[in-house]
């Protein structure tokens, strides 16, 4: 089973162009799985062993340790993609994943920070200081372009068309988008090109990097949270805020603004405009908040009919 799994895992680099991030999901789905092959199915070492059966007791184990639902739901996932893959080479006559039921999985709203909030987060770096001119250049961009972290460190300088105010993204999957940069970031991103410095003697990558560390080398996604989590501090903003709650605000502030759905799906670089509407929600769930607030009939309304 472990060279079906290696040969499902290169399949998933090579031609699905699967992230680094998804590869390593996957590889701790199967590790789970093996594991409990070895103590609740000893005798099972290849695919084709697989039952539908075994794969209900693994789903059933998962429930047991309480993982939670969306965990389980993606290692079923991974499974039924694998099996899929699996039953197409000829490794397996069917696949024993197809069967099974998806636990259902309550999707939460994104968070996200008001206008105000998002402001006071902007202003927060030091504009007198390198790193500070840096971490705003950072800031703004992932606002104002809605950038997953992971696009924001892969940002070479050359990627900026100063003249259009657009960037080239490299989004998931290795898909190519343009992301508009708006007046604010455009502005950050010149002052932090002025006090820019390179290491001349680092890997040529790190070179190229739009925003370096303080030794002049290419950012991690480790090092933006750390970095907004400094921030965060300083400004009393909500702690559980992520480099993805930018993204967040993004796209709520865009909905809220009258922007188009299908719009806002092309500038988050969703595959799925499914994925986009979560974002309708937020925007209803606020408008309902309003309204609840304000309107002197409404059910949660302070105000008391005469």
Same mark, same amino acid.
């Given at each position: 089973m472990i060279d079906s799994v290696n040969a499902f895992l290169r399949h998933l680099r090579v031609e699905r162009n699967a992230s680094e991030l998804t590869l390593k +999901? =996957? +590889?701790?789905?199967?590790? +789970?799985? /093996?594991? =409990?092959?070895?103590?609740? /199915? /000893?005798?099972i070492s290849d695919a084709s062993q697989v039952t539908t059966a075994v794969l209900r007791g693994y789903l059933s184990y998962l429930h047991e340790c309480q993982y939670a639902r969306t965990t389980i739901a993606r290692r079923l996932a991974c499974l039924r993609s694998y099996f899929r893959y699996t039953t197409r080479e000829g490794i397996t006559e069917n696949n024993p994943a197809q069967a099974l039921r998806t636990p259902r999985v309550g999707r939460k709203l994104p968070h996200f920070l008001s206008t105000e909030q998002v402001a006071a987060l902007l202003e927060a770096p030091p504009a007198n200081e390198p790193l500070g001119l840096r971490d705003r250049a950072i800031l703004e961009t992932m606002y104002s372009a809605g950038?997953? @972290? /992971?696009?924001? @460190?892969g940002l070479d300088v050359a990627d900026w068309d100063r003249e259009a105010n657009i960037l080239r993204v490299l989004g998931k999957g290795r898909k190519e988008r343009i992301a508009a940069v708006g007046r604010y970031a455009a502005k950050a991103l010149s002052r932090w090109m002025e006090v820019r410095q390179p290491d001349e003697s680092a890997a040529a990558d790190d070179q190229k990097a739009l925003f370096l560390n303080r030794f002049g080398r290419r950012l991690t996604t480790r090092s933006i949270g750390r970095m907004l989590q400094k921030h965060l501090q300083a400004t009393g903003l909500d702690r559980l805020t992520t480099p993805h709650t930018l993204r967040h605000s993004f796209a709520t502030h865009l909905l809220d603004g009258g922007a188009d759905l299908r719009a806002v799906q092309e500038l988050l670089g969703h595959k799925s405009l499914t994925t986009t509407q979560i974002y309708t929600h937020v925007s209803t769930r606020r408008m309902r908040d309003t309204y609840d607030q304000a309107h002197p009939h409404a059910a949660g309304s302070r105000h008391e009919a005469g």
């Open positions: +999901s =996957y +590889s701790e789905d199967f590790e +789970s799985f /093996a594991d =409990y092959l070895t103590e609740r /199915a /000893a005798g950038l997953r @972290v /992971a696009e924001l @460190v």
